[in-house]
């Protein structure tokens, strides 16, 4: 089951808060600009996850993808720990210890397939067990600056200095989540974003970054994906 | 006056030149805890000797357009060896540089890692955003009574992104020499079996500590293998 959603993005959001006048004059720019997300969702197995059970979020394998930036997964782990449908999240780096050395990059199971594989080695099952752990979640992926452009120059002096013209750039955040439902030794399916989003800096004496936040924007998307993925709708009222 | 003004200022230029010179060196300190591996030990008594020039490894190195680099990575080895032998053999004993393993009873093997060779690139180099270390081992594999049985060689990789901004250079240098020893610390754990030399001599005959037993062509050269893991 493919479930694709498009959404737009409040997108620019000030570097630095201001009450000052360029601000306001800037405002509306503010507010007509945008980043565009989309959130794909490919589901192979039925989900959901006790109360007591956890998953972990993990970067995948550097010999077999572009893993996703430790920074990256602290956002996802945080995100997905808040809101209504929040989940439990066991800290991965104890996880990789408990399992060492089978979730290093070297040794990870490359694919689903090779789940069972791991779970029937002495005692790896029996570790996943004693930390009630359901899923593990592997995100590859990064944000790359795709285009860029324009002219910023500074000057300073004796009497003052400021800045003139325009500076641009455009980024793309692009992460995908895989899940493996530890209980089935299956992978219960796929969840990823793209986040594209136009960052400006106008400068007429004081400089002013307008950035588009898309590593961020795409956090908060994939977070809200992976717990609707797992733990299903949020209950009502 | 001006004389004493210009040499007034010329030592003011020295001192910022050696601040900024002496601040632009990077050091790091590899110092982590290592996990066991979850194996199912090999029953054999290990004797392992670690060379003073493992336990007191550092790299140094002048990169082309980057400040001088120092790896401190003697104590890091010590520990990844200490944890990865401790789960891989029912009994370790720990033999210092200079003693023969004979002298400990029930040695079944001795292991003498090295540390051959310390690589590594910055962002500046590879023009990514990671730091990345590349390791490379040897491993003397030996009877108790210091025949050759292989000199297993290893590599492991560990990489790390820079981070926000590229701030912490030095911890992201750190987090990537601390994953390539994780790394060596797996090829250990998984291909020993697999090493030259090995399955032959401890995996498929009665275990014993008495060289005399020993198969008797262990000393034979064409047992003497050198063969490179590569990722």
Redesign the interface.
């Known amino acids: 089951m493919l479930k694709i959603r498009f959404k737009v993005l409040p997108g620019f959001l000030p570097a630095a808060s201001g009450r000052n006048a360029l601000f306001s004059l800037l405002a509306p720019l503010v507010l007509s600009s945008c980043m565009t997300a989309r959130v794909e969702e490919s589901k192979d197995a039925s989900t959901g996850i006790g109360t007591t059970e956890s998953v972990v979020v993990l970067a995948s394998s ?2 077999t993808s572009n893993p996703a ?3 990256f997964l602290n956002c996802v782990t945080a995100k997905i720990q808040g809101g209504k449908r929040k989940m439990r999240v066991h800290p991965s780096a104890e996880f990789r ?6 979730l ?4 990870a199971p490359r694919n689903a397939e090779a789940l069972p594989e791991l779970l029937e ?4 099952s029996q ?1 996943i067990r004693d930390r009630d752990i359901r899923y593990v979640i592997w995100i590859q992926g990064d944000t790359e600056r795709t285009s860029g452009g324009g002219s910023l120059s500074c000057a300073a002096g004796p009497g003052g200095g400021g800045c003139f013209g325009l500076a641009w750039w455009e980024n793309l955040s692009s992460y995908e989540a895989t899940i493996w439902d530890l209980d089935g030794g299956i992978r219960a399916g796929k969840v990823s974003t793209d986040v594209n989003g136009t960052s400006v800096i106008p400068a007429v004496v004081i400089p002013l970054p307008l950035i588009a936040r898309t590593r961020a924007a795409a956090c908060k998307g994939l977070a809200r994906q992976l717990q609707t993925f797992i733990v299903g709708q949020a209950p009502t009222g | 006056m001006i004389k004493r003004l210009y040499i007034t200022v010329l030592k003011v230029f020295l001192l910022a030149s050696i601040l900024v010179f002496t601040g632009c060196s990077r050091s790091v300190d590899v110092a982590a805890d ?7 030990p090999l029953p054999l008594t290990l004797g392992v000797r670690f060379p003073s020039d493992l336990a007191d490894f550092t790299h140094t190195e002048d990169p082309s357009l980057e400040p001088e680099w120092e790896i401190r990575l003697g104590e890091a080895n010590l520990r990844m060896f200490r944890a990865v032998f401790a789960g891989m053999f029912t009994n370790v004993v720990e033999l210092s540089p200079e003693s023969a393993a004979n002298a400990v009873a029930g040695v079944d093997l001795i292991i003498e890692p090295r540390l051959e060779e310390l690589e590594f690139s910055v962002p500046n180099q590879s023009g990514t955003d990671q730091y990345v270390v590349w390791l490379r081992y040897s491993l003397k594999i030996l009877l108790p009574d210091e025949q050759l049985v292989s000199d297993w060689r290893i590599t492991a ?1 560990g ?3 820079e ?2 901004l590229g701030m912490g250079s030095e911890d992201a240098m750190k987090a990537a020499a601390i ?1 390539a020893l ?2 060596a ?3 250990i ?2 291909g020993f079996a697999n090493a030259p030399g090995v399955k032959a001599q401890f995996l498929s005959e009665p275990l014993s500590s008495d060289t005399s037993e020993a198969p008797a062509n262990s000393t034979d050269t064409q047992n003497v293998a050198d063969v490179e893991n590569t ?1």
């Open positions: 550097y010999h930036e430790d920074t210890d408990a399992l060492y050395p089978w290093e990059p070297r040794t080695r002495p005692g790896v570790r | 290592f996990p066991e591996p979850l194996l199912e990789y990489q790390k992104d981070g926000n994953k994780r790394d610390g797996a090829n754990a998984i990722i």
